[in-house]
């Protein structure tokens, strides 16, 4: 792949990464109630579940997503559903006061993450884009498909990073019970939200 086209690559990755989304939801609300260290476990899910969604395209699934539309309706439909249950297990987690002496409840799980990311329509069609854009016909495919993988690698670490910190310094901030929950009220809301950006 050429240096001009991996950038451009990594240009359409960064904008798909960056923006708000179930994964960067999750990423500042764990940083905001468990802090960053805590919370790396989820980003390294995250990060896998994408490099396993972009191989899965890469080597068949996209191609039946396009030949049966049902699927990925059932995957929004999925996506949906389990989007509306993390928020509401966002917007009613119990009160935590962070303090460096006491440890509060255990974050997501790296599966978790994982797993979310094979009901994340987002995610999908990251990867749908990606490898149907960027990825080169014939005896170089294979070395484009890396390329792509690469690049997802590289602004999903980034982004997820600045989320995470975004949402460690907010956790700060939330030093009492009302910020507390008023924080994962809007949180949960948010993700709530990314349901309507499934369906437009």
């Given at each position: ?13 960064w ?9 960067n939801?999750?990423?500042t ?15 390294v ?8 969604m ?34 509401w ?52 495919y294979?070395?484009?498909?890396a390329?792509?993988s ?19 310094v ?9 910020a ?21």
């Amino acid at each position: 792949m050429e240096l001009s086209l991996f950038f451009s690559m990594l240009g359409f990755l960064w904008v798909a990464a960056i923006t708000p989304g179930p994964n960067n939801m999750l990423l500042t609300t764990s940083g905001a109630n468990f802090g960053f260290f805590r919370s790396i476990w989820l980003l390294v899910g995250i990060m896998l579940g994408m490099q396993s969604m972009v191989l899965l395209v890469a080597f068949g699934v996209g191609s039946l997503i396009m030949v049966y539309p049902t699927l990925h309706l059932f995957l929004k439909i999925a996506g949906s559903l389990y989007l509306l249950w993390l928020a509401w297990k966002i917007a009613t987690s119990a009160y935590e006061k962070l303090e460096v002496g006491a440890a509060p409840p255990k974050p997501l799980r790296w599966y978790q993450g994982w797993l979310l990311q094979f009901l994340n329509p987002k995610a999908w069609l990251m990867g749908l884009g990606a490898v149907a854009s960027f990825s080169l016909a014939g005896a170089a495919y294979n070395h484009s498909i890396a390329a792509i993988s690469l690049g997802v690698f590289i602004v999903n670490l980034i982004s997820g990073v600045i989320w995470l910190g975004f949402g460690t310094v907010i956790g700060r901030l939330l030093s009492s019970r009302r910020a507390w929950y008023s924080f994962n009220v809007t949180m949960g809301l948010l993700t709530a939200g990314c349901v309507l950006l499934i369906w437009h």
